[in-house]
């Protein structure tokens, strides 16, 4: 007898390499099930990328960004075999993962009954509970500690458990590598503070050689901190900015002893690979939101009352919550000497587990909002059915819960129910 067709499952990431790295619990818990056929549609600058990390998966390829293409109508033409190709194909459960005009549109193409995340229906914007809640958890961000990998990977009814996402970060005798900066300004130490660091966590290390990655966007940034680094660090630093393409990045990162970086996507890239990542978090970015993922991970995280801030409004403080990074405590303790004190305004972390997922446990410093944090985390996992602990917080339960989150179907919206009362209301009519 033929075997039997193997279900379809279609994940839509959209986004950017971050993003697409971030993806990774729900993608490997797609990928654990031997009787599925993962697909995944993202945006053509990562189509090559997608199909590295993510071998095995059909990578649809999509014009979801600007760059690299004519007008929109040429655009939207490139993508329209694209969309034939995904209507045609029976899938059983659609992730969307992005809520954009072009997700929502992509998941127009398919049954709304089989879309979890963001869909249209009936010509409306729809979104299910799980990101409902999400979105009013925004209020609460300085505590309401969830990761992206795993806001996304409970998108899937049993993901995997967390620590079967990426590998338990290891030193592999390659040197040190250092991202020079993220997409935006502010996230993003200056050339003299991130040469300074580059140097400690050589000589703390004891490292043999420096690789210098970025893109072409960065190669003058990377002259600048060439020609500030100690000459014996500069005699041992390799310029790869601009130089690699995915491929070519993946070879320079795996096997480092750390990678030096602000958020970025080749963070997480890194931790895919179980590099052992020093991750440098101010203005606004917040780990607790898109921390490296997997265990043994260090994280320097700005403890300032303002952050995290939001990247598209001015700073009215001067960025003051770079200035920890720059002190020479910092640079003691990474060069490995014992006599230190911890910056003020900054936390010392490392990436562990619990039940729910990720977690940054402070190890240098006090972190004034880790009980609120425990309780969010508490009360999230117990109503995913997580064996959490801990007293329930009821308190917080009344401010982050609504009624419907318990007393109804998790894929059941008061809408719905405001349609069938008018359903109701014609029948008996």
């Known amino acids: 007898m033929p075997d039997t067709p193997a279900q379809r499952h279609l994940v839509i990431q959209l986004a950017r390499f971050g993003d697409l790295m971030q993806t990774k619990r729900l993608m490997a818990t797609l990928m654990a099930d031997p009787g599925l056929e993962v697909h995944l549609a993202v945006d053509r600058s990562m189509a090559e990328l997608a199909a590295l990390v993510y071998p095995g998966v059909v990578v649809h390829a999509l014009t979801a960004h600007a760059s690299g293409v004519g007008t929109a109508a040429q655009a939207a033409a490139a993508n329209l075999p694209v969309f034939a190709t995904l209507r045609d194909l029976d899938f059983e459960r659609v992730y969307n993962l992005n809520f954009s005009g072009l997700n929502v549109a992509v998941s127009g193409l398919f049954d709304p009954a089989i879309v979890v995340?963001?869909?249209?229906?009936?010509?409306?914007?729809?979104?299910?509970?799980?990101?409902?809640?999400?979105?009013?958890?925004?209020?609460?961000?300085?505590?309401?500690?969830?990761?992206?990998?795993?806001f996304w990977g409970l998108f899937a009814a049993q993901p995997v458990t967390p620590g079967a996402v990426n590998p338990i970060?290891?030193?592999?005798?390659?040197?040190?590598?250092?991202?020079?900066?993220?997409?935006?300004?502010?996230?993003?130490?200056?050339?003299?503070?991130?040469?300074?660091?580059?140097?400690?966590?050589?000589?703390?290390?004891r490292a043999e050689r420096v690789v210098l990655l970025g893109s072409k966007a960065e190669q003058g940034l990377a002259k600048e901190i060439l020609s500030v680094l100690p000459s014996a660090i500069r005699a041992k630093t390799v310029d790869r900015v601009g130089l690699t393409d995915w491929s070519g990045l993946i070879d320079e990162l795996t096997g480092l002893d750390a990678v030096l970086t602000p958020d970025t996507g080749t963070m997480h890239l890194a931790a895919h690979l179980g590099v052992p990542v020093h991750a440098f978090f101010l203005s606004s970015a917040w780990c607790w939101e898109t921390g490296p993922y997997g265990m043994g991970h260090r994280v320097w995280q700005t403890a300032e009352g303002c952050a995290p801030c939001l990247e598209s409004a001015p700073c009215p403080y001067a960025v003051k919550c770079a200035a920890p990074f720059a002190a020479r405590d910092l640079v003691r303790h990474l060069s490995g000497n014992a006599a230190f004190e911890i910056p003020e305004g900054l936390l010392g972390l490392v990436s562990g587990f619990d039940p729910l997922g990720v977690v940054y446990r402070p190890v240098l410093g006090e972190d004034p909002l880790a009980p609120r944090r425990l309780k969010f985390r508490q009360l999230i996992g117990s109503w995913l059915g997580l064996p959490m602990g801990g007293d329930p917080d009821h308190e917080l339960a009344c401010e982050l819960f609504e009624e419907q989150d318990w007393m109804l179907d998790r894929g059941v919206l008061p809408?719905?129910?405001?349609?069938?009362?008018?359903?109701?209301?014609?029948?008996?009519?």
């Open 117 to 150: 995340g963001y869909r249209l229906e009936h010509g409306h914007e729809r979104r299910g509970l799980w990101q409902d809640m999400a979105m009013r958890w925004t209020r609460y961000r300085r505590f309401a500690g969830l990761n992206l990998v795993d």
């Open 169 to 205: 970060a290891q030193r592999g005798g390659k040197g040190v590598g250092v991202v020079l900066a993220g997409r935006e300004t502010r996230r993003s130490l200056s050339p003299g503070v991130l040469s300074t660091l580059a140097a400690a966590v050589t000589q703390g290390i």
């Open 415 to 429: 809408t719905d129910l405001f349609e069938f009362m008018k359903n109701s209301e014609r029948d008996q009519a």
